[in-house]
């Protein structure tokens, strides 16, 4: 008899969107891969590579599995390992017909066959086409279906005066009888509520009023022990507390698969009818609280160009005491307004009172400080020694890698060819054996033998990626001397202190491409090396795409020329 076929290899995609559950009509992913593994069986085929996302259905190009499957598709078939990819529906896999025919299309160019598990959905014929068109305009509509009657349900309630839905009381009030129409004071939590008003009028601060909440026990409107300033100013900018309660004060939107939210305008609020909510101070004390606030935040506003002058802003540079990324402080010298002091400072000696109060943030035992001008210097100088003479132990190390990579391929290929004839040998005894107690131990050899064998083909896919990965770090070190010679003058003509704002991002981009994140050390400090200063090593083999990209940002030309913006000597 002739030995049973081995099975084809294929992939999965599978997604949900993000906080859903199976009481929301969404499939889970280990029911999506379930009837993917049995699908695949029955078409005789067997799914070695799985992609899982979590995301919105209605958003494609940020699903990062998807990037990953349809980065597959451009792989050659021997190097890809797989020509099939199983999907639960076309719901799965976008949403609308336009996004749908985006992925589709990719595969079909590439010689892919995607197969929905839970719909008869045959696109090489003109009903296939059809029924294709019409299931995915459904489910786009389905989708406006619902968003519409939500919204009509939330104008009903506003017609009626009634409140749209809070998620939460605002601190000082409660919903009367288990409705959620109105708001009432509530006589646990009024009186903290006015002593916010009460007191920013009498002189405190945010931050003093958080750091007292904090330590007196009182719980925040979300039940946490720790209160944060910016709590405090959204209380105090809730016209909620003057009795005249507002909706839609924000917009939501989706960026990187997260809903977030921007303030709208006040003047596209929309205010509720008069008693929705009782007032809990009077109009003239919610106004001086807000004035008190806007007071105080232009006596700590951040001097012009506080950021655009520290250039390692954002975790860049971060203090050897504690190993977090260091507070920017920027002061002017007494008596001389035109002196500017820009330091990087720990964040331990940062006046941070609710932090030290509630000791939410540990000491640092050797808290730095150093004028941020040094530092953007010298990590600017070792990141140009690094972009125009990458080290040959970088090149020789490059070269092993890739070496290491093709070796490793060519033992997963060889591990591949005996566990697959192991298989073959195993089900051709196993065809051939009549013996009942024999076919069931051939039976479990030949699963443990095709267990192994898909575990080979990983390593095979793991070290043929990184043979890829290999390759593209040589490469990127030679294409490296291109750019920089390419963008040699630019380069010269950036200098820290002396950077417009675009330069300044230029900049940041760089030291970012190349995995740069400078240590300061205390002054005394026993470890501290010469200057105080030191680099972490950096990548140059960083996207070099990327590097063209901003420096195409600091002049229209292309090959030479003079910087954006001459400078005098």
């Avoid at 199983?86 to 992925?103: E, N």
């Avoid at 004071?185 to 002593?195: G, H, I, L, S």
């Avoid at 007292?212 to 719980?219: D, L, R, S, V």
């Avoid at 040699?488 to 950077?499: I, N, S, T, Y």
Wanted: aromatic fraction near 6%; proline fraction near 5%; hydrophobic fraction near 40%.
């Amino acid at each position: 008899m002739a030995a049973e076929p081995a099975l084809l290899p294929a992939a999965a995609y599978l997604r949900k969107s993000p906080g859903s559950s199976t009481a929301k009509t969404e499939i889970s992913l280990e029911i999506q891969l379930e009837h993917a593994l049995k699908r695949a069986a029955a078409d005789g085929f067997e799914i070695v590579r799985v992609f899982r996302d979590v995301w919105p259905r209605w958003e494609l190009w940020e699903r990062p599995d998807m990037r990953e499957m349809r980065a597959c598709f451009d792989q050659e078939p021997a190097e890809r390992g797989w020509g099939r990819v199983y999907v639960w529906d076309t719901s799965r896999l976008a949403m609308g017909i336009q996004h749908q025919a985006i992925v589709l299309e990719h595969a079909d160019r590439r010689g892919v066959e995607v197969c929905f598990i839970n719909e008869q959905i045959d696109r090489s014929t003109e009903i296939g086409e059809l029924a294709w068109l019409i299931k995915g305009s459904f489910d786009k509509f389905e989708v406006a279906r619902i968003r519409d009657r939500t919204m009509g349900g939330k104008q009903k309630r506003l017609a009626q005066g009634k409140l749209p839905g809070y998620a939460r009381a605002p601190l000082g009030y409660r919903f009367p009888d288990g409705t959620r129409d109105r708001l009432e004071a509530d006589p646990a939590t009024v009186a903290p509520a006015r002593r916010i008003f009460r007191e920013l009028v009498a002189g405190s601060t945010a931050g003093q009023l958080a750091v007292a909440f904090t330590e007196e026990g009182i719980p925040t409107p979300g039940g946490a022990a720790t209160w944060n300033p910016k709590t405090i100013a959204g209380i105090v900018r809730n016209p909620t507390y003057k009795g005249e309660p507002a909706v839609w004060k924000t917009r939501g939107y989706r960026q990187d698969g997260k809903m977030r939210h921007a303030k709208r305008d006040p003047a596209e609020w929309q205010t509720m009818p008069p008693g929705t909510a009782p007032a809990l101070v009077s109009a003239d004390v919610w106004q001086q609280a807000n004035d008190r606030l806007d007071a105080n935040r232009r006596k700590t506003a951040p001097l012009t160009g506080q950021t655009t002058h520290h250039l390692l802003r954002g975790g860049l540079v971060v203090c050897a005491g504690c190993d977090q990324p260091m507070g920017l402080h920027t002061a002017r010298r007494k008596g001389d307004a035109g002196v500017v002091y820009r330091s990087y400072v720990c964040r331990s000696l940062l006046g941070d009172q609710v932090a030290r109060a509630t000791g939410s943030r540990p000491a640092c035992d050797e808290p730095a400080r150093i004028r941020s001008e040094q530092v953007d210097e010298d990590v600017w100088r070792w990141a140009r020694s690094r972009l125009e003479n990458p080290g040959a132990t970088e090149r020789a190390d490059a070269k092993d890698a890739q070496r290491r990579a093709q070796a490793e391929v060519k033992a997963a290929e060889k591990a591949v060819r005996v566990q697959q004839g192991a298989v073959d040998r195993a089900t051709e005894e196993l065809v051939m054996t009549e013996d009942a107690d024999a076919r069931a131990s051939l039976r479990a050899r030949r699963d443990t033998l095709t267990s192994l064998l898909r575990e080979a083909r990983r390593r095979l896919d793991a070290a043929r990626r990184a043979v890829g990965d290999a390759s593209d770090r040589a490469e990127n070190l030679r294409a490296l001397h291109e750019t920089v010679l390419e963008h040699q003058l630019a380069l010269e003509g950036l200098v820290p202190g002396r950077l417009t704002p675009t330069e300044v991002d230029v900049v940041r981009g760089i030291l970012q491409a190349l995995g740069v994140r400078a240590r300061v050390w205390r002054a005394g400090a026993a470890a501290a090396p010469p200057g105080r200063v030191s680099v972490d090593k950096g990548s140059t083999t960083g996207s070099t795409a990327e590097l063209n990209r901003l420096l195409a940002r600091l002049r229209p030309g292309g090959r030479g020329g003079l910087p954006a913006v001459a400078r005098d000597a």
